[in-house]
């Protein structure tokens, strides 16, 4: 019954004393999108467009992305906020039309926004295509390009999207230089999503694909919590939205901890929503805030989990 109750739950997210965190799904597929129609989420935070382009021998066409695109959008409505990420092909994500050359260390190489390098047509078609879903459906998706290391890469990012007629343009940060610069990155653009995924495998140095690495793969590196930490801090100065869109955002525990770093929304697959909701709202952002002091503090990923826990309401 407790469960249920969860699962019907329409509040929108926050603490116990009421700060807000919105609660957002991620997605790869219009289907995926069509399923949160009547769902007690508050948008989208990651649309993962690649699905879309994978074993695939060419790009789909403008036309084919807009209808995809078009219904995503539409399945959640004006009011609801969708970030939609542009291609991320490359490393994990290969892709037969992009990934031309062979290269030695792919998740060093040309992958996610560095394509642009090589194959700029591959983002100019997907905004347009995005700009006539956004028209189409009446509704202004949110943009953001993967594996951002410069302020400069954000700019051009930005400004592409603005030439495509979009509006708000972000990035995401997964690579630790942009983290490190996020007030120059956030100069350029209107929010930033933490991919943690990403970011962990980059600040550890740790293949993200090798399983026996996992124990150096963990957002609860006390390093990594660093760059998250950084990067809200510049969040909150520019008064910019700041998310986490990575797999961390659905461990309720870690949830709690990037709430107590300052992070704004957190987008995870829709089936970890509701303990993550609930978490939330047993706990106090002065509560989330010492947690996040805790987790800085620890040695290691399995301490910091420790003294989190041990700061947890005996109820929750
Ligand atoms: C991430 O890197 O954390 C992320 C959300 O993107 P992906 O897992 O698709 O690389
Ligand atoms: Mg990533």
């Not at 996610?112 to 078609?125: H, K, M, N, Q």
Request: aromatic share 4%.
């Amino acid at each position: 019954a407790a469960e249920r109750a969860l699962e019907s739950d329409t509040e929108p997210g926050g603490t116990a004393d009421g700060h807000r965190v919105q609660l957002l799904a991620n997605i790869g597929t219009a289907e995926d999108a069509e399923k949160l129609v009547g769902a007690a989420v508050e948008g989208v935070g990651l649309f993962r467009t690649e699905v879309l382009f994978l074993g695939r021998q060419q790009a789909p066409t403008v036309d084919e992305q807009a209808a995809a695109y078009a219904r995503v959008l539409r399945a959640l409505g004006p009011d609801r906020k969708v970030v939609v990420r542009t291609l991320d092909a490359g490393a994990d994500k290969p892709l037969a039309f992009a990934n031309l050359h062979a290269e030695e260390n792919p998740a060093l190489g040309v992958r996610g926004y560095r394509l642009v390098r090589s194959a700029p047509a591959l983002l100019t078609d997907q905004l347009t295509a995005l700009a006539r879903a956004g028209e189409e459906t009446g509704t202004q998706p949110w943009v953001m390009a993967p594996m951002i290391a410069t302020p400069a890469e954000s700019r051009a990012f930005a400004d592409a999207v603005h030439a495509a007629g979009l509006r708000t343009a972000g990035v995401m940060v997964e690579v630790p230089a942009a983290a490190l610069r996020a007030g120059h990155v956030l100069d350029e653009v209107d929010f930033v999503s933490l991919g943690t995924n990403d970011l962990a495998q980059y600040t550890m140095a740790a293949d993200r694909l090798l399983g026996e690495l996992v124990d150096l793969l963990d957002a609860w590196q006390p390093a990594v919590l660093e760059l998250v930490a950084a990067t809200a801090r510049a969040g909150a100065a520019a008064g910019k939205p700041v998310g986490v869109c990575g797999e961390s955002a659905s461990d309720p525990l870690m949830a709690l901890v990037l709430t107590g770093l300052g992070v704004t929304s957190l987008s995870m697959s829709p089936a970890a929503l509701p303990a993550v909701r609930f978490a939330l709202r047993r706990h106090t952002l002065e509560a989330c805030r010492a947690m996040a002091e805790a987790a800085l503090a620890a040695a290691d990923p399995a301490a910091g989990r420790a003294a989190v826990a041990g700061l947890l309401d005996p109820e929750a």
